[in-house]
């Protein structure tokens, strides 16, 4: 079993930052974020290899920024220039290796509203 611990989500104005922590209890290999806006299906914001190759959805690529620190098992979102539009709860996501089964954090509310 994986533990998967998230911190980092808020409320902030249009135009502001906010940078997510997800600390997993062990190394994964596939780490990223997905995110799930009000009344709308889960989709994927970031994620990235061990190798630190990143994959970014059109609509943050630019704004956001994903990476990792393998040592302590944690991965990171730093969003800038936030959007009412990128109003969700954001989900850490990893995988233990290729084919190899998923696992999801709790989830953490980010909030855009002035």
């Known amino acids: 079993q994986v533990q998967l611990v998230e911190s980092g989500g808020g409320l902030v104005q249009p135009g502001g930052s906010l940078r997510l922590s997800c600390v997993a209890s062990?190394?994964?290999?596939?780490m990223g974020w997905y995110r799930q806006p009000p009344g709308k299906e889960r989709e994927l914001v970031a994620r990235?290899?061990?190798?630190?190759?990143?994959t970014y959805a059109d609509s943050v690529r630019g704004r956001f920024n994903i990476s990792r620190d393998n040592a302590k098992n944690t991965v990171y979102l730093q969003m800038n220039g936030l959007q009412p539009e990128d109003t969700a709860v954001y989900f850490c996501?990893?995988?233990?290796?290729?084919?190899?089964?998923?696992?999801w954090g709790q989830g953490t509310q980010v909030t855009v509203s002035s």
């Open positions: 062990r190394t994964m290999y596939t």
């Open positions: 996501y990893v995988t233990t290796g290729i084919g190899g089964p998923a696992y």
């Open positions: 990235m290899t061990p190798g630190r190759r990143s």
